[in-house]
């Protein structure tokens, strides 16, 4: 009896040793489980299989047809897969219907995102499927033996694009278009005001142009263009115009660990110019005064920042107008990258969609839509989808592709497709591919991204409603912006950012689970013992 209850003190101290390292082991196998999906050894083509995919066409009839073309062109490859397409008009909404889906293990298993949106949907499961052992796997990864189309091989994916679908150290998305940010510019009436365009625009040009162009006759109309309406400097998206001014400005923003950087001096500084120009009317945003584009094509804007995605929008030409046409400025439309601090050492985000893949219970069905979502980098598929607006495509393979350069070199000969304003857009951003940098990404990291732009938005609208804009003000604004968003619960755990922290560590290890079984089977026996020393005391 003495030997049997030293066993079990020896065995029970062991195990609350290793159940200890319960949490640190758990992590450890999750990170190599990460790494090493496990792809099967061979797509089973017995049986059929449904996908559903997700995707956004921004309203855009020909993307529409894109997408079907290229599911009638998979499954006549492999006709054992259905894809059933699902389309939306916002991102966000995808993300609102992905999350809800979460909750209740109904997710589809591809869909068009962005990796900030992953970040989240990773928080405490193993939702997204890790994509590094599919890349490499020989049979059925990039450039594979066993694929039936010609895709990319992982050398021939922009390296600058693909970076930006890792996650904790794991690719977890593949690129499927890129953008950048461009400056639309009315070059006509900016030279009519007696300013050269230069080589590359500062932000000191663009403040000295608007608040020239405010200047107005003796009819109330201003100069430059003869009209009571005129905003000079209209930006699309603020998070991004606060990003990279900060960027440019080498100032913090956001670590990659999660740590909050947005409120510091420089951002002080920038808002400061910001209420400055937006006081004087001669800068506004896109939700305090509505797209740029139709100012712009009004002769009523002269510098438009928006994405490259949005070029077909922009210029008195443009295939996609929203105004009247007898509200349209006929003028000559320049397009440039975002303003710069510094001309020499250009900054420019890069953005675009991503393409994940969710988990699910049969690793077959996962392989399927693997399939599928690298048949979207084959080169039919991004060139097609790149000539419908201004997107860059993401392997080197479509962008040297002779069908790709054709389209290119042949900028201006129409109005729709060869549309000069968007191909302009695209080799801006594939000529300045490194400059181009991406936000980090971490669970909370979409809402650093929206306070970003919250902070020009609030500035602009208190200007405009006579409230002063100083040190005091920008005290409490940083206060009530980190409380918008909560970005002070953003916490750090394990070195991963998360708003909401799981509780469950995974399962035990094996070894954990063994001596447990014998502490059992150790109990079951002492039990044993006494009751026989009992009958024996008895007797």
Not at 20 to 39: F, I, K, M, T, W
Not at 149 to 164: C, H, R
Not at 365 to 384: G, K, R
Request: with cysteine; glycine share 6%; proline share 5%.
């Amino acid at each position: 009896m003495k030997r049997m209850y030293a066993l079990l003190l020896a065995l029970t101290l062991l195990c609350a040793l290793l159940s200890g390292c319960h949490g640190q082991l758990a992590s450890e196998a999750d990170n190599a489980a990460a790494q090493a999906y496990p792809v099967p050894a061979r797509f089973d083509e017995s049986r059929p299989y449904e996908i559903s995919f997700w995707a956004k066409n921004d309203t855009n009839r020909t993307q529409v047809a894109i997408y079907e073309k290229a599911i009638a062109d998979f499954q006549a490859l492999y006709p054992n897969i259905t894809v059933k397409l699902r389309l939306y008009t916002d991102y966000g909404r995808i993300y609102n219907d992905v999350i809800t889906n979460i909750a209740t293990n109904t997710t589809p298993n591809i869909c068009i995102t962005y990796p900030d949106h992953i970040a989240t949907y990773l928080t405490g499961r193993d939702n997204v499927v890790p994509l590094d052992s599919f890349f490499a796997d020989k049979r059925y990864g990039l450039g594979g033996s066993e694929l039936r189309y010609d895709g990319p091989t992982l050398d021939e994916l922009v390296p600058q694009f693909l970076s930006e679908c890792v996650l904790d150290g794991s690719h977890y998305a593949l690129p499927y278009m890129r953008s950048t940010e461009a400056t639309y510019v009315n070059r006509t009436y900016v030279e009519a005001m007696g300013y050269e365009l230069p080589e590359v625009l500062t932000w000191d040009f663009i403040w000295e142009v608007s608040e020239a162009a405010m200047e107005k006759d003796a009819d109330g109309n201003f100069k430059v263009n003869g009209q009571s309406v005129l905003i000079p400097f209209i930006y699309k998206s603020t998070d991004n115009m606060m990003i990279q001014m900060l960027r440019q400005k080498d100032a913090g923003y956001a670590t990659e660990s999660g740590e909050v950087q947005l409120f510091n001096d420089t951002t002080r500084a920038l808002l400061l110019t910001v209420a400055e120009h937006a006081k004087s009317r001669a800068f506004s945003t896109f939700k305090i005064s509505s797209y740029p584009g139709n100012f712009l094509n009004a002769g009523q804007c002269l510098f438009a920042v928006d994405s490259t995605a949005g070029a077909t929008w922009m210029g008195s030409q443009a295939p996609n107008i929203d105004i009247p046409p007898e509200h349209l400025v006929d003028f000559e439309t320049a397009v440039y990258p975002v303003p710069q601090f510094d001309t020499e050492h250009p900054q420019m985000i890069s953005q675009g969609p991503s393409v994940c893949l969710f988990n699910k219970a049969d690793p077959q069905e996962v392989l399927a839509s693997w399939l599928f979502a690298q048949y979207l980098l084959t080169n039919d598929v991004q060139i097609a989808y790149a000539e419908t607006e201004g997107y860059a495509p993401v392997t080197r393979k479509a962008q040297q592709d002779a069908a790709y350069q054709d389209y290119l070199s042949r900028a201006g000969e129409d109005n729709e497709l060869h549309y000069a304003t968007k191909i302009q857009a695209t080799e801006l951003l594939m000529a300045n591919t490194d400059h181009t940098f991406t936000t980090p990404v971490f669970n909370g990291s979409t809402s650093v991204r929206d306070a970003a732009g919250q902070l020009i938005e609030d500035v602009t609208k208190a200007v405009r409603r006579r409230q002063s804009v100083d040190e005091e003000s920008l005290t409490k604004l940083f206060s009530d912006v980190s409380d918008l968003y909560r970005l002070d619960q953003i916490q750090r755990v394990s070195g991963v950012e998360s708003t909401a922290v799981s509780d469950d560590l995974g399962p035990l290890p094996a070894g954990s689970v063994a001596l447990l079984g014998v502490i059992a089977a150790v109990w079951v026996l002492i039990a044993i013992a006494f009751l026989l020393q009992r009958g024996k005391t008895k007797k």
